[in-house]
């Protein structure tokens, strides 16, 4: 009998374990409710370096990225596919990351500047070059939804970056080779027909200029006639004119009231439901009507979810959430509904949703331009009467301390971020009681995606969150166990970069930013065997283990076993928690919980049942339950009707029965700063043919060229006027000679033509001309940018040679003995003077008496001086093929 005894308890055990991992995987396979989740938010470049053969600099402050070793374009698809094993372990069911479209900006490695909506950036792709973008991630799709983790993508639909747009405004061919990316020069290649042939020897300044008349007829041009981007120019953050206004340099604000990009925005993104993401954040979702979401984008976005559910992890509703700044105390910004982040989770009204014309027969008709009103007649009136006073809901809260079915009748379908709770975590209990008194404004707030800080704020401030790690696990205790969906920044499980301003822009490096390279803090090798569960050695074990992360998992599992915490009402009804702390109920359908934070709790008219704490595996029954805990930040009870699975976790640094608990093994290998090696290697140019001199009039009588083919090309030749074909070898030069003795008497042509790797051929034409030696005079600048040149002749009512002050921009550059040179030709004149320029103000002083070819020497201000000319006089520019 009593061996029976024995084996029957061994059965029930195991019959128990079994239970408790079809609980576990149940979850995994059932998860269709997007409150069931939470989020781990990562900026890509900045997680896990994957593959340093990838790395790439930004265009702006290589410097800073130079000398720490840490391009900006560092983490890749590859290292969060490397770490899914480490997001799981920490027990996160879902990863959302920053924009993947083709960017262009001096400092776009977040992603928010796209110049190509169609297209996966060319600088996440594998090193190998064998995996493109697209293909990369795919496959980080895949193998995310592989271990039950879905992919929340971040797209932008208010903007496009400032170097035009692929199809909206073509302004340039980009050349996506990996190892170009570094060299703006290189891969970004003017297009003369929109952009003007002279655009290379303009200033930065103007070039910007250039590159946004395009687009916003800031010049008084009408460059955009189809009315693709905003024109508005003055506007005010707290006033709905900031819904068409360019917030930033590197954000040209789109015309998402026009029908045409709408379409193009929905179809881009469409696809990349198709791979099949499971949801988007939408950013600057504020910048945008509220009437425009809920006409051009939220129903299309949901029927293509609809269609490409199959793609998705368990089919689930495809979900989004906006970024509806409003960094503000309360959660109503400054008195306007309109502007608030609540405003977009109902629909808007019918009958201005009847009267939308988008169409782009309309805009056609529409001349606008930026530094006039920049507005338009029809459609943003229509937006700005949507202002109608907010509805309230109680879908959130519990009624009679029971669930109820909500009402979703009136929702957008929309959901935001909840800024109001964000800017209030610098404590819980700020945070809660502003969600207690202002719940009802939202449609349902527990579809809200929560965080303390992020990429662009800490709480109430530029910097991440600065509080002790007892003060993150108090913040985290209520976002897990309270309403709306948890998300948290990454590194934050560690304290990462702790109180650090997040963004400088490129100002200094980026290591000293909350955006730093995290990658070195997860070197080691972690396997998860389900949320929660893993093994792990090296730094991802140490980062693990570390009271945060502990704290973080134990969450994690409570939240995941109870429904009414993912997605529950709640109430405070019939709550008393102790002095410092807080607690409340929270239902959904038949799950039912009690909890208490920092320390313990009475609940009177609780529903007839038996609760079983969590955390202690103590049960109590009756409609009067008084919980003891220790007072501590961070503290959690947990109790839940009706369950049969006893103690869920067990004690650790925050949540514990009677005493704290660390986890051991928390010592790094002292490289947690350095992370993965970068590849320090110069990007190489593009695939180019260099004659040098580059053509041109000259005195001479004979001219030497030096031809050169750069060794990315497969193969090159040139062909003197009248002559045989000469072969080039990539990456060597030859030299030839044209002279009288070869008929050079007035002109010379050279042809030139390269292939490159993928089989394209390029041909080209450099003309030489000999000219009569007085013909002309030549003003030759050395300089590190194009100056300007003022010019005129000497005397009483001399004239004026270059126009209108500043004058006319030197054409060039030259490259003569390793410097850049600039030129300016003078024809029929015999004697002036000049002064040179910046076209900012600074200038400098007369340089008279120019009779002859002059060589002059500036400093881009106040200086300049005539110098002596260079031995390689006839040196000039390379031309440069880039298919």
Known sequence: MRKFKKKLFAAMLLLLASSNAMATDNFTVNRTDFRDESIYFMITTRFYDGDPKNNVLCWDNQEAQMSTKDPCWRGDFQGVIDKLDYIKALGFTAIWITPVVQNASGYDYHGYHASDFSKVDCRYQSGDGKKSGDVMFQELIDKAHAKGIKIILDIVLNHSGNFGEEKLCKEFDRDTRLRNQADINACMIPNPETLGSDYPSLLPAAQYQRRLALMKNTDGQNHDPHNYWHHFGNFNWDEPNRWWAQIAGDCVDLNTENNTVAEYLINCYGNFIKMGVDGFR??????????????????????????????RLNKAPFFMYGEVCSRYSDVQYRGQDNLSPYYYTWQAPQNLMDQFDGSQSYW???????????????????????????????????????????????????????????????????????????????????????????????????????????????????????????????????????????????????????????????????????????????NVAASLNHDVAQHLIRLNKIRQAVPALRKGQWTDDGCTPAKGGFAFKRAYKDSYALVALNGGA????????????????????????????????????????????????????????????????????????????????????????????????????????????????????????????????????????????????????????VTNSEGKEKTGQVTYTKVDPNASIVVMVKADKAPYIHAWTPGVGGKNLTGAWPGKVMKGPEEIDGAKYWTYDFDNVESFNVILNNGS?????????????????????????????PANSTAAAKVAFSP
């Open 282 to 311: 939408i950013d600057t979702s504020g910048h945008i009507s509220r009437l425009t979401f809920c006409k051009q984008f939220i129903p299309q976005f949901a029927a293509l979810g609809k269609k490409y559910e199959n793609k």
């Open 364 to 538: 056609d008709t529409q001349e606008i331009y930026d530094r006039g009103t920049g507005y338009d007649d029809k459609l943003m009136p229509l937006c700005e009467k949507d202002k109608a006073n907010s509805p309230e809901s109680n879908n959130t809260f519990m009624l009679n301390g029971a669930w109820h079915e909500p009402d979703y009748s009136q929702s957008s379908g929309f959901n935001v971020i909840d800024f109001p709770l964000h800017y209030n975590f610098g404590n819980a209990a700020t945070a809660y009681r502003l969600a207690k008194s202002v719940d009802m404004k939202y449609n349902d707030a527990t579809y809200n995606v929560v965080y303390v800080d992020s990429h662009d704020y800490g709480p109430g401030s530029g910097s991440r969150f600065g509080g002790s790690d007892a003060q993150w696990a108090e913040n985290l205790s209520l976002m897990f166990t309270f309403r709306g969906i948890p998300c948290l920044y990454y590194g934050s499980e560690v304290g990462f970069r702790r109180d650090v301003v997040i963004d400088r822009g490129p100002n200094g490096p980026l290591s000293e930013t909350g955006r730093a390279y995290f990658g070195g803090y997860i070197t080691g090798d972690v396997e998860a065997s389900d949320f929660g569960e893993y093994k792990a050695s090296g």
């Open 602 to 753: 009475t609940f009177t008219d609780c529903p007839a049942g038996t609760y079983t704490d969590l955390v202690t595996g103590k049960t109590y029954t009756g409609s009067t339950i008084t919980v003891d805990a220790p007072h501590n930040q961070g503290q959690v009870r947990v109790l839940v009707k009706d369950w049969t699975g006893g103690k869920l976790i067990d004690d650790g640094a925050f949540i514990y029965e009677t005493a704290a608990q660390h986890k051991g093994d928390q010592t790094y290998d002292g490289n947690e700063e350095a992370g993965t090696t970068w590849v320090d290697e110069a990007p190489l140019p593009p695939v180019s043919v260099s004659l040098s001199p580059a053509g041109g009039n000259f005195r001479t009588n004979t001219v030497t060229v030096t031809a050169e083919v750069s060794e990315d090309a497969t193969s090159a030749w040139y062909q003197i006027e009248g002559q045989d074909k000469v072969d080039l070898t990539p990456g060597k030069s030859v030299t030839f000679t044209i002279g009288e003795d070869m008929n050079f008497k007035d002109t010379k042509t050279v042809t030139w033509s």
């Open 841 to 869: 103000g600074d200038q400098s002083g007369d340089i008279t008496g120019i009779t002859s070819d002059t060589y002059l020497e500036y400093d881009g201000g106040k200086s300049a001086k005539k110098i002596s000319a």
